[in-house]
C-alpha cells in the first residue's frame, strides 16, 4: 500500500468544486488519472444540530430540524414529529396522515429532479440539469403554495401537520403528475437511454453485493444491488401500509442500475400521489394540538425512527427526560456511511473523471454527515 | 418472539418500545459478546447506528447500539451504560467497518475513547481544543458569546415583563390620583353650597 | 462493438424544445405570483397587539425585541411595547404568528428588502388594520 503511493500526486476534489454534492472534499492519491488512495474530509459546513436542539423546547427546536439537508428537509421534519408523537403518545388523524405522505412523496420527486441534474451535469451532459432543475421548481411552487416556503416548508409539525390544503391544490398536483409523466418520457430519450451516459455509467463504481447489509448501505445503493429492502414497505409508516406500490431493482450495483432504481421511483412516487389524491379525506383535523404547546415536556424515554428519503433510510435517535428540552437527538442519515465506508473503497483504482458521477449516484449530502 | 427467549437464556430482558422498536439493557462487560452473538447467532447483521446520549446528573453516558437484521423490518437498540469520566468502549470496526466513522465521530463529539482504533483523528472540528461539544456541560451560548459579539444596535430592547408592571403601576397611580382629585372636587363642592348636602340628608 | 442506434439518435429529441414555449419569465416586466400564504415579511396590527411579548419568548433566535413605538397606538396594551424584528436573526418559522394571542402579528407574502446597512435589518412590521379582523 506505502509502495503503490510512491510516485503519486495529491489533489483536494472539493470544497469548492463543481462536481461535488456539497460542502466537502475528497483527498484524492493519483498516478497518472488513476486514484491510487480516496479519503474524505467534512468539516466545512458544521452547525452543530445536535447541540442547538438540547437547548430547545420541542416547538422551537421543530423549526431547525428541517435545515440539516438542504435537498430534501421533509424526511427530517417527518422523523422528528414522528419522534415526539412516539414518545408522548399523541395519534394524529387520518388526514394529517395522508398530507404528510403526500408531502413526503412530493419530495421524493423534487429530490430526484435535483438528483439527476447533478448526475447528468457531472459527465458534462449540460441540458439536463437545465430542465431538471426547471422541473423541480414546479413542484416547489406547489409547496409555496401549501406551506408557505419553497425549499424549508417546516410543515409536519408533531400532532399533524400546519396547514390544511389550500382550494384547488389536489387538482393542481395532479395537472402536475401528468406533466411529469410526460416529461420522464422526454428524460428516458434524452439522458437515461442516451449513449453517453451509458458507456460512462456501466460497470462504474460498482457495489459489492455481498457486503452491502452488513456494512448498512441503504437506499438506491442496496436496491441497485438486487437486494429489494425499502423502510415504506418493511416498518410501514403513516400511509404507506394502505397504498400499493412496488419496489423497483436492478442487479448490476454500478451508477446506471442505480439511475435507473431512481428513475423507476420516481414512476412509483406518481402513482402513489395520485392514489393519495383519490383517497385523501375530505374532512378531518389537520392539527391535534400538543399539550401544553409551550411548555410541553417530553417524557424520560428514547425512540428510534426511520424513514425512508430519496437517497434511502433516515433515522433519528430521540431521547427525553422529562424536561422541557430534548436531552439527545441524533440523525443518522444514509450519507454517513456512504460517505466514508463505501466512496473510500469504490473510488480506489477508479478514474478522476468518475469520482464526481460516483459520489452523485451515491446520493451523498455532507449537510446530514456532520449536521 | 424468539428473540425474547434467546435472550432470557442470557438472562437480559426484551422490551417492546413500539411497533418496530426493541430494546434490551447489557451490562457493560458483557456488551462485546452479546453483540457479537447478535452477529453471528440471532442474525442482526446490519448496525444501522451507533449513538450516546450524555446523562450528566447521573454520571453516565447511555451508549446505544442500534442492529437489523437482514430483512429490515424492526430495530433492536442495544444499550449500556458507561462511566462519564475516562469513558471507554470497545471497538468495533474489525467487525462492522462503518463502526470506525461512527466511532470516530463519537469520540470527537464525546471525548469517548476506543483503544484499538486505527483511526481517531479529527471528523468535523479541526484544530478543536475545548471540550468534547456534544458533552452536556459543554455551554454553546456562553462559548458563541466569548467568540463574538452581539449587535450593539439593538441595545434598545425592553423587557416586557418590567414594561408590564410599570405600566400597571403608572395605571394605578393615576386611578389613585384621579380617584382623589374626584374626592377633593366633591369635598369642595361640598362646602360651597351646603343646601346640596342638605338635600342629601333628607 | 455493436453501435447503440437508439443510443446516438434518441437524444436527438431534444431539438424539438427549440420550438417549444420558453418557460422562463422576462422578470422584470413578467412577475411570478406570489401565493397567498407565503411566509415573507412581519406585518403587526398595532390597533390589536397588546404587547404580551409571547412573540418575543417563544422566538429561538433571540429575532424579537419589545420596544417603545412612537406613539399610543392601542389602550388596552399591556406593556406598551411592539416587537421589532432583526432580520438579520430571523428564520420566517412563523411560530410568533402563531402563538399571538390576538392574531396581530402575520407574514405577509412580501419578501424583498436589500440594503447595505446592517441597521436597516431591524425591521418594524408594517402597520396593517384590518388583519386581526380578519383573522377572527
Ligand atoms: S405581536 Fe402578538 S404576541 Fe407579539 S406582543 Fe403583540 S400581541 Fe403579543
Ligand atoms: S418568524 Fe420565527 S425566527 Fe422570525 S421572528 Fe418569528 S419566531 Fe422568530
New binding site residues.
Partial sequence: MKNNLKNTIKIFHGPQHPGITGNMSVELDLLGETIKRAQTHVGYLHRGFEKLVERRTVVQAFTIVCRICVPEPDPNEENFARAVENLAGLEISEKAKYIRTMVLEMQRLATMFLWMGGQAGSIGLGLIPQWSVCDRDYMLDLFEELTGGRVYHMYAFPGGVRRDLPEGFLDKLSDLLDYYEKRIIVYNNTFFDNVIFKKRAIGVGVVNRDEVLKNGYVGQTMRACGIQKDVRKDMPYLMYDKLDFDIPIQQDGDVYARAIVRRDEMLQSIRILRQIIKQMPKEGDILQKIPKHRKFKLPADDTYVQTESARGAMSYYMAGDGSEKIRRMQVRGPSLVHAYTLLEKLLVDSELADVAMTMNSLGICPPEIER | MDLASKLEKLSLQLVQKQDYLYSVTVGFERLESLLLSFLNEFGYITLDSINCRDDLEDGFFTITYCLQTKDRDHVVMVQTKIQRENASLPTMHTIWPQAEIMEREMHEMFGVDFPGHPTLIDFALEYWDNMPPLRRDFDTLEYVNSMNPFREQRGDALD?KEEMKKKREAKKAAKLKAQQEAEAKAALEAKNNPSDEVKNEE | MAIDVKGVLSPLSAIGTLFEHPRTLTYPEVKKDIPIGYRGFHI??LE?????????E?CMNDA?D?IHPDKEYNVK?T?G???RIDYGRCCWCSL??D???????KLDNICTHADCDPDNFLYM?KNHKNIGEEAS
Fill in positions: 416586557a | 403587526n396590527n390589536t397587539c397588546v404587547g404580551c411579548a409571547s412573540c418575543e417563544i424579537i419589545m396594551n406593556s411595547c411592539i416587537p410568533c404568528t402563538v399571538c394571542p390576538p392574531g396581530s402579528l412590521p
